[in-house]
């Protein structure tokens, strides 16, 4: 039964929608089979098919500006003028400015900036920011009208004290993507272990193959699939650990298991291209689509690249096994929409709400362009996805875990970021493993928001 409920949620729409159950709000709940769960009961729900409600927002009778702080991922990089378009066809007398910045290394600084000189009226970050931001007392509240347009899923790792302040728009998988010819043509099966890994870069080893595509010059890139192993190393035995951390109970320098999470960067750097600390993202994911990797440790955005690159590529994605053989995929609520509390033009705001959370045109072309899962009820992206069949696969047997999880607990600004620079020294021997594990627990102070 659990299956077939499941089954209604996945697909290509039915892919987002994992996203219930398997976090927490400022409170991150247990991992483990709530997502499936959840999920489930999400299923059951008319509202998930429901296709989304008319536009209800009162257009201002004069011309006004909003300020738009963006942090993109490496997807998001156009969508801006998609949103112009759309809003000037519907909304003309409204614009929007547009401060476009990198989410991994931009964002953060930018945003500790306009709290001293004042919040843009619309911030959009990740779903794990709406933590951080909305315990500052900075942003609003989203209303109903336009929260009830997404999965209701959607709305549980952005709502606190019972009041939502964020709109999730799409939401990314992560794990290792694999070349499925390549893997098919060596006899090799889905690792689910360790060593069932090691036997493929064995074997890939031995045949003159690069067992892992990675671009370690980008050091979100790091920061990325470290929290991918902390998911399932660490927060998939102790879903605490984050604030055990912060309570002086566990430690990088005495945790086991999360040392072993910073060790396999060094498995994946021991067995990738010799440039990977010079390669930049979209020459490694030409590497892996031409055959010269069998796997990368990634996420959603790579599909960009790889079907840019040949639309044929067949790939799929699977969990990176974990100590114990039971690794699940990750997902992660990704472009959030946040507003300002300050704000003079929430009217304007919430016209701009209504055409990202109306126009299924837009939604579309968005999904497609960025190839990401849609958070919007009744909106079908139409770009292939051979991955889908896997995630699908994951989903159905309540595999997949809510990496906010992990990054409600432990942030990526001044934390996680910074730790994936002392990994990138260590793995350049600049650094000791010792000093890297101690430089993460030095910064413990910096690894929460102010709502955990």
Same mark, same amino acid.
């Given at each position: 039964?659990?299956?077939?409920?499941?089954?209604?949620?996945?697909?290509?729409?039915?892919?987002?929608?994992?996203?219930?159950?398997?976090?927490?709000?400022?409170?991150?709940?247990?991992?483990?089979?709530?997502?499936?769960?959840?999920?489930?009961?999400?299923?059951?729900?008319?509202?998930?098919?429901?296709?989304?409600?008319?536009?209800?927002?009162?257009?201002?009778?004069?011309?006004?500006?909003?300020?738009?702080?963006?942090?993109?991922?490496?997807?998001?990089?156009?969508?801006?003028?998609?949103?112009?378009?759309?809003?000037?066809?519907?909304?003309?007398?409204?614009?929007?400015?547009?401060?476009?910045?990198?989410?991994?290394?931009?964002?953060?600084?930018?945003?500790?900036?306009?709290?001293?000189?004042?919040?843009?009226?619309?911030?959009?970050?990740?779903?794990?920011?709406?933590?951080?931001?909305?315990?500052?007392?900075?942003?609003?509240?989203?209303?109903?009208?336009?929260?009830?347009?997404?999965?209701?899923?959607?709305?549980?790792?952005?709502?606190?004290?019972?009041?939502?302040?964020?709109?999730?728009?799409?939401?990314?998988?992560?794990?290792?993507?694999?070349?499925?010819?390549?893997?098919?043509?060596?006899?090799?099966?889905?690792?689910?272990?360790?060593?069932?890994?090691?036997?493929?870069?064995?074997? /890939?080893?031995?045949?003159?193959?690069?067992?892992?595509?990675?671009?370690?010059?980008?050091?979100?890139?790091?920061?990325?699939?470290?929290?991918?192993?902390?998911?399932?190393?660490?927060?998939?035995?102790?879903?605490?650990?984050?604030?055990?951390?912060?309570?002086?109970?566990?430690?990088?320098?005495?945790?086991?298991?999360?040392?072993?999470?910073?060790?396999?960067?060094?498995?994946?750097?021991?067995?990738?291209?010799?440039?990977?600390?010079?390669?930049?993202?979209?020459?490694?994911?030409?590497?892996?689509?031409?055959?010269?990797?069998?796997?990368?440790?990634?996420?959603?955005?790579?599909?960009?690249?790889?079907?840019?690159?040949?639309?044929?590529?067949?790939?799929?994605?699977?969990?990176?096994?974990?100590?114990?053989?039971?690794?699940?995929?990750?997902?992660?609520?990704?472009?959030?929409?946040?507003?300002?509390?300050?704000?003079?033009?929430?009217?304007?705001?919430?016209?701009?709400?209504?055409?990202?959370?109306?126009?299924?045109?837009?939604?579309?072309?968005?999904?497609?362009?960025?190839?990401?899962?849609?958070?919007?009820?009744?909106?079908?992206?139409?770009?292939?996805?051979?991955?889908?069949?896997?995630?699908?696969?994951?989903?159905?047997?309540?595999?997949?875990?809510?990496?906010?999880?992990?990054?409600?607990?432990?942030?990526?600004?001044?934390?996680?970021?910074?730790?994936?620079?002392?990994?990138?020294?260590?793995?350049?021997?600049?650094?000791?493993?010792?000093? /890297?594990?101690?430089?993460?627990?030095?910064?413990?102070?910096?690894?929460?928001?102010?709502?955990?």
């Amino acid at each position: 039964m659990k299956k077939k409920l499941l089954s209604l949620m996945l697909g290509t729409t039915m892919a987002a929608s994992l996203l219930a159950g398997c976090g927490g709000t400022a409170a991150a709940p247990a991992a483990g089979n709530a997502a499936a769960e959840t999920s489930a009961a999400e299923a059951e729900a008319p509202a998930a098919e429901e296709p989304v409600a008319e536009a209800t927002a009162a257009a201002p009778d004069e011309a006004v500006t909003l300020t738009v702080l963006a942090g993109q991922s490496t997807t998001d990089a156009g969508i801006e003028d998609m949103i112009d378009a759309a809003l000037a066809e519907k909304y003309p007398n409204i614009t929007l400015e547009w401060e476009c910045v990198g989410w991994d290394g931009e964002f953060h600084p930018k945003m500790q900036q306009y709290l001293q000189t004042g919040v843009p009226d619309i911030i959009i970050g990740k779903g794990q920011d709406v933590a951080t931001y909305s315990s500052l007392g900075i942003l609003n509240e989203i209303d109903s009208t336009y929260t009830d347009r997404v999965l209701d899923a959607a709305n549980e790792n952005v709502t606190f004290d019972g009041k939502i302040y964020g709109l999730v728009y799409n939401a990314l998988y992560q794990g290792v993507y694999y070349n499925r010819e390549m893997f098919k043509e060596n006899g090799w099966d889905i690792p689910k272990t360790q060593e069932d890994l090691q036997a493929i870069i064995d074997d /890939c080893n031995a045949k003159g193959i690069t067992p892992f595509a990675s671009h370690m010059v980008d050091t979100w890139s790091i920061g990325n699939v470290t929290m991918q192993f902390m998911m399932n190393d660490v927060f998939n035995k102790n879903p605490k650990w984050g604030d055990d951390f912060r309570a002086g109970k566990v430690s990088f320098s005495e945790d086991a298991d999360a040392q072993t999470c910073y060790q396999y960067n060094k498995l994946i750097y021991d067995n990738t291209f010799p440039e990977t600390f010079s390669l930049e993202q979209t020459d490694c994911d030409a590497k892996m689509v031409l055959g010269e990797a069998a796997m990368k440790v990634s996420g959603s955005w790579s599909i960009q690249n790889f079907l840019d690159i040949d639309e044929n590529f067949d790939f799929g994605i699977f969990p990176f096994p974990n100590q114990t053989g039971d690794s699940k995929l990750i997902f992660e609520p990704n472009i959030a929409i946040m507003t300002s509390s300050s704000t003079e033009h929430q009217d304007a705001i919430n016209c701009v709400l209504d055409v990202l959370t109306s126009d299924q045109d837009l939604a579309v072309e968005i999904y497609d362009y960025t190839k990401t899962a849609p958070m919007l009820k009744g909106v079908t992206p139409t770009y292939p996805n051979p991955s889908q069949q896997d995630i699908d696969k994951y989903a159905a047997d309540g595999m997949v875990v809510d990496v906010n999880l992990g990054n409600n607990q432990l942030v990526w600004g001044g934390f996680q970021d910074e730790n994936a620079a002392d990994i990138a020294a260590w793995l350049q021997g600049d650094e000791t493993f010792e000093d /890297c594990l101690a430089a993460s627990d030095a910064r413990v102070d910096a690894s929460s928001s102010s709502t955990n």
